[in-house]
């Protein structure tokens, strides 16, 4: 049985491949869901809008991955599939009826309120427990560091140049800091439509840019930031985050590889669904969106150890299997349902640039001095705390990290686009408050 299990892993190894599919077969599919798309004969619900945005996100996403420049500086992947499929329903490409099926599934049928539910539930309960109260304790005020800094200044940048201290906020300062698309722009575009009665298509079409640019210069900064390091390197610990020799670094707990229980990530949707159920019940008394509710409930349960380890790994089981198969097709819906591209490309002004580099200078440089002071090495600080805030969330991590030789720092940029991200929506919650 071994055997035969070592020859199919070998074979499937061989050759392109796109979602794990030969190529051919996954041509096959395509056609297949081209063929009823353009006869409009998809079917409506998520019957039609699976295998349609599947097949798109999919093909985007490998575009994006393969092209250079975008691929090294722009975010890869997620950038080309959320504007390019924007630009295929924007210009006609593809049929009105296949937009309409994608935007209901979306919204209507509530597939984006899924996504971010196993997102939220499966990374803070797949966090190490250790690693969550520790870091809490010094990371979480450099996160703060670079987030005071970077709203400030772009505030103040943004009264100075005539585009508005509140809106440089909520409209770029707000959204480059909100930890990625999925947890970050999307919820905190519900979050803004909802309070300020305005229409998240909108809002999204606002953030989004932010997050593009915002991605790319985070990325250029931290190859810069790692040539500083070689220069002075009193600044670096050359990935060590802590300055102290001492055993006070924040590790991940090591485990042994769990395989992959069906029964557990049974569980895990049961759990992401019910504490989003539970974010809306506390909604209803407590005036902080559901979003932001339902982080602080998952959090609070990770903390206290509440919940046996089993069901954690569940909800992060359930958690992975979403984001490795349908993040690509999330992003479809985002680009059709809430992308206006109009709106976007209206909003690449120079005083757009300026204001989305001040906030990302602003990250590095609040985060990496009040690391400093905490006993962090400032450029190690400004990398995880700053930039790893800046950018978007996991597949930013990876290129902020790749670009600054820093990969073993994972641990602290993954606190930094699910903790800090969470802590935005909360903050933005607030101004949102403040601002009304």
Not at 105 to 126: D, P, Q, R
Not at 262 to 278: D, E, P, R, V
């Amino acid at each position: 049985m071994s055997t035969k299990v070592d020859k199919l892993n070998r074979k499937e190894n061989e050759g392109f491949r796109i979602m794990g599919l030969p190529i051919g077969l996954f041509a096959i599919i395509t056609v297949v869901v081209l063929i009823a798309t353009y006869m409009k004969v998809l079917p409506g619900g998520m019957i039609g809008a699976f295998p349609l945005m599947m097949v798109i996100g999919a093909i985007l996403n490998e575009i994006g991955n393969r092209t250079p420049i975008i691929k090294d500086f722009f975010g890869g992947g997620p950038i080309v599939v959320i504007f390019g499929s924007a630009a295929l329903v924007t210009y006609g490409v593809l049929p009105e009826t296949s937009g309409e099926i994608m935007t209901s599934f979306m919204k209507a049928e509530g597939f984006l309120n899924f996504y971010i539910a196993a997102l939220i539930t499966g990374s803070l309960l797949g966090m190490s427990r250790k690693l969550l109260i520790k870091a809490a304790v010094r990371y979480l005020p450099a996160i703060l560091g670079g987030v005071v800094t970077a709203l400030g200044l772009v505030a103040i940048v943004g009264a100075i140049i005539g585009y508005g201290a509140k809106e440089a906020i909520l409209y770029i300062g707000i959204p480059i800091m909100g930890g990625g698309m999925g947890a970050g722009a999307v919820p905190l575009s519900e979050i803004f439509g909802t309070t300020l009665n305005l229409d998240v298509t909108a809002m999204l079409s606002k953030m989004i840019p932010a997050l593009a640019l915002g991605n790319a210069i985070a990325i250029v900064v931290a190859g810069l930031l790692d040539k500083l390091g070689k220069t002075k390197k009193s600044l670096t610990g050359n990935g060590k985050l802590l300055i102290s020799q001492e055993k006070e670094e924040v590790k991940a707990e090591e485990k042994a590889p769990v395989a992959i229980e069906y029964k557990l990530m049974g569980i895990g949707l049961l759990l992401s669904t019910t504490f989003f159920a539970f974010g809306k019940i506390l909604g209803e008394f407590i005036p902080i969106h559901y979003y932001a509710l339902m982080i602080i409930s998952v959090a609070v349960i990770k903390a206290l150890g509440i919940l046996p380890e089993k069901y954690e790994l569940g909800a992060f089981q359930w958690f992975r299997f979403i984001m490795a198969n349908l993040t690509p097709t999330l992003l479809v819906g985002i680009g059709v349902a809430y992308t206006d591209l109009a709106a976007i490309i209206d909003s690449f002004t120079f005083q757009y640039v300026i204001l989305v580099a001040v906030t990302i200078l602003g990250a590095a440089l609040g985060s990496g001095f009040i690391g400093r002071l905490l006993g962090f090495y400032p450029i190690e600080s400004s990398i995880t705390a700053g930039l790893c805030m800046a950018n978007m969330g996991g597949t930013g991590d990876v290129a902020v990290l790749s670009a600054s030789n820093r990969m073993e720092l994972m641990p602290f940029a993954q606190i930094s686009s699910r903790l800090g991200g969470a802590f935005i929506i909360i903050l933005a919650t607030a101004l949102l408050k403040l601002f009304m």
